[in-house]
């Protein structure tokens, strides 16, 4: 009994001192928790947003509208109400008319909510036993749907995942077999050797981009409004921020399981709070801020904005910055702290 109480001691210390054991069974769970009870906090039920179309009509139907205080209601262009519809923002869209049609995506829990409220209110009380003064009209067509939100998430979150865990990976296997000790004692510059992953990793993100494209346009009927030559210039942009980031993760790491913790630490937040799955709206105001400034929400909004909006490079000045920014420092600090054993 003595040898195994020493065993199941020996087993213990083992796993407190493996880094990724830590993190998967108490910093995981806690953040998980954290940024979903945010996005998701059980508040108090706030009015459900709707827009009314620009156009003939609008006014009247707000005028009706405004008085339930069930819901929150705006006037806004069709296109850009459209687009609030499909990334959730949105519960109802109501376009003006001799019978009013309510666009509502089938995916949204909020939309039979928002379609019973607004018939409600647009119904005079003699009609109130007849409700079908609003024509329902469920958004399907490409580039309003909640899977035309989700596939650009997607593609900045493989942009991250990969970059983060190929590069960072490598260099500590490298590390750990004494293969970049060797590395240093050549005439090689440090600058040339970091330049040198962030460019085979933008030469596989070319090829990740146009995969990923191809396989939302084939299988779920992803449109493009923007150009090809755009969307891969951001892509390229998201995979050398985060091949930067990974380049400063493995700065110190030894161990591959000490690198997997750190990779995680910096990905997972990221991956609940930029948008990726459900608009990054969903969390309380005082941490737009930070959301805005990570580089995932970057190359999210900026992978929407040209395949569902049609954006052009020179519109996406704010995001690209964000991107530069944690691409460079990141680099810097890398080229400074960088151990070769």
Not at 324 to 339: D, E, G, I, N, S
């Amino acid at each position: 009994m003595n040898a195994l109480g020493q065993l199941v001691l020996m087993r213990l210390r083992m796993l407190m001192r493996q880094p990724e054991v830590l993190f998967w069974t108490f910093i995981f769970p806690v953040v998980t928790s954290l940024f979903l009870g945010l996005a998701f906090r059980n508040d108090s039920l706030g009015p459900v947003r709707v827009a009314v179309a620009e156009g003939p009509g609008a006014p009247a139907l707000m005028a009706k509208l405004e008085g339930v205080p069930e819901l929150s209601a705006e006037v806004a262009d069709e296109a850009s109400a459209r687009r609030r519809l499909a990334r959730g923002q949105l519960s109802l869209v109501l376009l003006p008319g001799v019978v009013p049609e309510a666009l509502v995506d089938p995916s949204q829990a909020e939309g039979r909510t928002a379609r019973l409220l607004v018939e409600q209110a647009l119904a005079a009380p003699e009609d109130a036993a007849r409700p079908a003064v609003v024509k329902a009209t469920p958004v399907s067509e490409p580039g309003n749907r909640y899977v035309d939100f989700l596939i650009p998430g997607l593609l900045g979150l493989s942009l991250m995942s990969s970059s983060l865990w190929v590069v960072a990976g490598s260099l500590v296997a490298m590390r750990g077999g004494k293969l970049l000790k060797r590395l240093a004692a050549t005439p090689m510059r440090r600058s040339q050797f970091f330049v040198s992953y962030m460019l085979a990793r933008a030469g596989f993100a070319m090829a990740e981009v146009f995969f990923f494209c191809a396989f939302a346009r084939w299988l779920f009927g992803v449109p493009m409004f923007g150009s090809y030559f755009t969307l891969t210039l951001v892509g390229l942009a998201g995979a050398l921020c985060f091949a930067a980031l990974g380049v400063l993760v493995a700065i110190r790491a030894r161990t591959e399981e000490a690198v997997g913790g750190l990779v995680n630490l910096v990905s997972l937040p990221m991956m609940f709070v930029s948008g990726v799955f459900f608009a990054s709206g969903n969390f309380p105001s005082w941490l737009q801020p930070v959301i805005r400034a990570l580089p995932l929400t970057a190359i999210n909004d900026s992978l929407r904005a040209v395949m569902l909006e049609g954006a052009s490079l020179a519109s996406l000045g704010a995001p690209m910055l964000v991107l530069a920014a944690w691409t460079v420092v990141p680099l810097l600090l890398a080229l400074r702290w960088f151990r070769w054993t």
